[in-house]
């Protein structure tokens, strides 16, 4: 059974194998709108090397304009998968034998229908020093204003497969909030065309560096986005910061309400740092992430 489709764009010239996906999340349509660009775009034109796109990873997820499919696992929770298990875990076992086959990949993500995520590449910080570089190299070429540098011990996860590969691999983050930005397809098409050109797959001059920040957290847990600044019940989140501000420790966040109106409490910033994830769906559910603080 095919899980998702591929197009492979062979030079026919000795070169690397990048492979670059989108919808491993099925709300997330900026990396998908960039994935078919590069299928317009690249039919052809490769110089060297092999290049495989995957416009949508999960199908299924994407036709329910959820983040998940039925089966209510995170894809990139899940991986390596299981062939012989639910949908999401054939996937998760399709999209490893694919990440195992590349030299090198991205994962191209947004914050999806309830997060807006501020643009950034981010990588699990390898002990395999070559890989590492490799993807503080893709990193640096794809060009977005932020890049983290995460604990490589997360599980589960694409990058998870790629850094246990030693594969240089990146994921990209932007946005979100149940659009397709405009903005967020042209920056991926041309991350990705950089990328390319950087390993020379493709003639490309490479623009000047628009890289703000760098971070780099090996600490445990860190580039978990799922639990930080958690609701502490159902409710209204009221945020009073926006992507890309600056806080403080101890800084109010922002509010949630009890849809009863009852029952009021503050999110405090629990480090100093920029907002690069933000909670936009106004309802969430006790246990929710709310801010991400990097
Ligand atoms: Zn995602």
Known sequence: MVLFTKEVIDS????????????????????MQCVHALMDRLTGKLKSGK???????????????????????DLARICPGNPDGSITMQVGHALTKLIKSADYYIDLHTGGTRFS??????????????????????AQAFNLPFIWGTDWRLQGRSMSIACENNIP?????????????????RDYIDG???????????????????????????????????????????GLLTPHYEL?????????LGIVRAIDGKQTA???????????????????????????IA
């Open 12 to 31: 026919s010239t000795a070169g690397p194998h990048l492979v670059i996906t989108a919808g491993v999340h099925g709300d997330e349509f900026e990396p």
């Open 51 to 73: 290049l495989t796109l995957v416009p949508c990873v999960n199908v299924e997820a994407f036709l329910l304009g959820d983040r998940t499919a039925s089966d209510n696992l």
């Open 117 to 138: 995520v501020y643009p950034l590449t981010g990588y699990p910080l390898n002990p395999n020093q070559q890989a590492l570089e490799g993807s503080r190299k893709m």
């Open 169 to 185: 691999a990146i994921y990209a983050e932007y946005e979100g909030a149940a659009v397709c930005s405009l903005e967020g397809v």
């Open 192 to 234: 990705c065309l950089n990328v390319l050109g950087m390993l020379g797959m493709i003639d490309r001059e490479q623009p000047p560096s628009c890289v703000k920040t760098v971070v780099e957290d090996p600490s445990e847990g860190s580039g978990h986005m799922q639990i930080c600044h958690p609701a502490p019940f159902d």
């Open 244 to 252: 890309g501000d600056r806080v403080n420790q101890g800084d109010i």
């Open 266 to 292: 503050r999110l405090i910033a629990g480090q100093r740092g920029t907002i690069i994830v933000l909670h936009t769906f106004s309802m969430v559910r006790e246990g929710d992430a709310t801010f991400v």
